[in-house]
């Protein structure tokens, strides 16, 4: 099992930005994928961005493409999420997840261990 602590939620105006963050603990953190995940109020939790292993491949719900930017610094043991462009429908408590081995994680059935969580809410 591997332990995920995001920081780096806040109040944001429209247009703003926010830098999430995410460190692992427990396990070695390159022998994951990584994927942050968000839920709004009153809606299901949903895929956001996903990055593999090693870096060398992304992806991106279609809602933040081109806004957000995924990264990891295996170093750190840390999984970035930069949000550009906000808009008020970014707001939702936004989730790191790990999943064990070389592929994509883009679904919640296959998440292996979840973080708490932390909050982005933006303003219009």
């Known amino acids: 099992q591997v332990q995920l602590v995001e920081s780096g939620g806040g109040l944001v105006q429209a247009g703003g930005s926010l830098r999430l963050s995410c460190v692992a603990s427990?396990?070695?953190?390159?022998?994951?994928?990584m994927s942050w995940f968000r839920q709004a109020p009153g809606k299901e939790r949903e895929f956001v961005a996903t990055?593999?292993?090693?870096?060398?491949?992304?992806y991106y719900a279609g809602s933040v493409k081109g806004r957000f930017t995924i990264s990891r610094d295996n170093a750190k043991n840390t999984v970035y999420l930069q949000m550009k462009s906000l808009k008020p429908e970014d707001t939702a408590v936004y989730y790191c997840?790990?999943?064990?081995?070389?592929?994509?994680?883009?679904?919640?059935?296959?998440?292996?261990?979840w973080g708490q969580g932390t909050q982005v809410t933006v303003s219009s």
């Open positions: 997840a790990a999943k064990y081995g070389t592929s994509n994680l883009y679904s919640l059935s296959r998440v292996d261990d």
């Open positions: 427990g396990r070695t953190f390159s022998d994951y994928s």
């Open positions: 990055i593999i292993y090693n870096g060398d491949s992304t």
